[in-house]
């Protein structure tokens, strides 16, 4: 008998064994208009964010992630579903809404036993309280722990809120959003300096003018991704202290690009290159840096990977597990070398609020931008008010905002004016190699027409493949409500009737 009894326990043990390991944890931490340039693993002077570095090192750097739209809840959404930001209706426009027809990655994370929170800014800005929309994508929140932020500083101690969650949630696996508000503006004013970063020692961008008032405007930018890394750290601290960083991933990135002139709520690439790192210490070969092109659409279709569920054909992204468990650096996947980026209506900055409807491919070095109404205005009307930012709607207000409009009639301020809010050709054609603050559109270049036809062409195959209503010659997103809180009509009216309000908004 007692031969029995240790044979039969030694198949228990042996059985336990062959079980397959539990699902991950994922910890999905997003700051709010940071572009890939800006931490100091990518080598940005005066810049320190030694969580991200960490993150980075113990696992993959990704040099080319790339937002599906450079605008907030559009990124937010194609994240959330997976697909590409034409495809969502009003969930491909800030202060729009999410029908729920478009499938989340973490509704089906909890179909599949994940517990799932967030603290901070979630799937936003929207509208959340109708029928058939999405009313909290992302579970419960979590943000009643507040602390003693700086001024301009979001008062919600972040990392606190994720203890918190961690504390109350079950024995299940989790998933945590952990969105920050920072770098958004608005910034208090000098509060970069006064935190010990000098502006004298910061890379401006070449699409900015290189002027004192726009070095101190990055240094405000700066602190406030600093603290956004300072919450991230804390977390990684206190999963590490609890035994769950091992088997967690951890996913750091942004939503779209710094909120300055000529980045955010564009295609160039300060507007969508992403900051990405991914760890995962059970299972992925840590401490490479991956080359291939990597869209915000694959992060659904991966966690569900992961979690053993099945991925919805609706998604358009693809999963990144065979990066991830690759141990090669670089190219890793030769033939994956282009993403497509888009955008539509940002913030109501047209008469009538049409958008700026575009599309962008990036192949190799090369990226080609395509502008469906070249004659709209991009950063929004000269002669029109945004309820949010005045005239240039589309660029948000700061100090670098400022010193443009007061100083575009100078000689050598005056190209630098007319790159961030004048009009642009239905074509734009840049070699990033040699052009990467994209500076010089080739597109009317007889040397480069063979190279432009090309990536049109590639553009073209992917948007209709993808079934972008642009490629059937429709517009649908020039009559979607726009959802500003501060308008209780909601916009149902016609677009005369908006504009009228939108205008008496300043009066």
Not at 176 to 181: N, P, Q, R, S, T
Not at 354 to 365: E, F, H, K, N, V
Not at 426 to 451: C, F, H, M, T, V
Request: charged fraction near 25%; hydrophobic fraction near 35%.
């Amino acid at each position: 008998m007692k031969n029995i009894f240790l044979i039969v326990l030694m198949l228990v043990v042996i059985n336990a064994c062959k079980q397959d390991p539990p699902p991950p944890n994922i910890l999905f931490c997003i700051s709010d208009d940071q572009s890939w340039a800006h931490t100091s693993f990518a080598g940005a002077r005066e810049l320190n964010t030694p969580a991200f570095d960490q993150v980075a090192a113990n696992g993959i750097y990704f040099e080319n992630a790339y937002t599906a739209a450079p605008s907030c809840a559009p990124s937010r959404a194609a994240i959330l579903t997976g697909q590409d930001i034409y495809r969502l209706e009003e969930g491909g426009l800030l202060f729009g809404a999410l029908p729920k027809k478009f499938p989340v990655f973490t509704h089906l994370l909890r179909e599949n036993g994940y517990e799932i929170g967030y603290t901070g800014k979630g799937y936003a800005p929207a509208k959340m309280d109708m029928q058939d929309y999405y009313q909290s994508p992302l579970g419960k929140n979590y943000d009643s722990i507040k602390n003693e932020a700086p001024p301009g500083v979001y008062e919600v101690d972040y990392a606190a809120n994720f203890k918190k969650f961690m504390q109350q949630k079950s024995d299940k696996p989790f998933f945590f959003w952990y969105g920050a508000i920072e770098p958004h503006r608005r910034y208090e004013p000098g509060i970069g300096p006064e935190n010990g970063i000098n502006p004298e020692q910061i890379n401006v961008p070449g699409f900015l003018p290189d002027s004192a008032a726009i070095r101190r405007d990055i240094a405000d930018y700066y602190f406030e991704i600093e603290w956004f890394d300072q919450h991230l750290q804390r977390m990684l601290d206190y999963l590490e202290a609890q035994g769950e960083l091992e088997n967690t991933i951890v996913v750091v990135t942004s939503d779209n690009g710094m909120p300055f002139p000529r980045a955010k709520a564009t295609l160039y690439e300060y507007g969508t290159h992403m900051p990405l790192a991914v760890s995962w210490p059970a299972k992925i070969p840590a401490g490479r840096k991956v080359k291939n092109f990597v869209s915000f659409t694959d992060f659904g279709p991966t966690f569900l990977e992961v979690a053993g569920a099945q991925v919805p054909e609706q998604m358009t992204g693809q999963s990144l597990m065979g990066l991830l468990n690759s141990d090669k650096d670089g190219w890793v996947n030769p033939e994956n070398n282009e993403v497509v980026t888009a955008i539509e209506r940002h913030t109501y900055a047209r008469r009538g609020g049409l958008p700026y409807p575009s599309r962008a491919i990036r192949q190799g070095d090369w990226v080609y931008i395509r502008n469906f109404e070249p004659d709209r205005w991009p950063a929004g009307g000269p002669d029109f008010k945004s309820p949010h930012q005045g005239i240039y709607g589309d660029v948000d207000r700061g100090l670098s905002r400022t010193w443009l409009l007061e100083n575009q009639n100078e000689d050598n301020v005056e190209p630098y004016f007319q790159m961030a809010f004048g009009q642009r050709p239905a074509e734009e054609l840049y070699n990033l190699s040699d052009d990467p603050y994209q500076l010089n559109n080739l597109s009317g270049n007889p040397e480069y027409q063979i190279k432009k036809m090309e990536l049109s062409e590639a553009l073209k195959e992917y948007l209709t493949e993808t079934e972008d209503p642009r490629m059937q010659g429709e517009a649908p997103w020039d009559d979607y409500p726009y959802y500003f809180d501060d308008f209780p009509e909601r916009f149902y009216l016609s677009p005369e009737e908006r504009d009228s309000l939108v205008e008496g908004y300043w009066q």
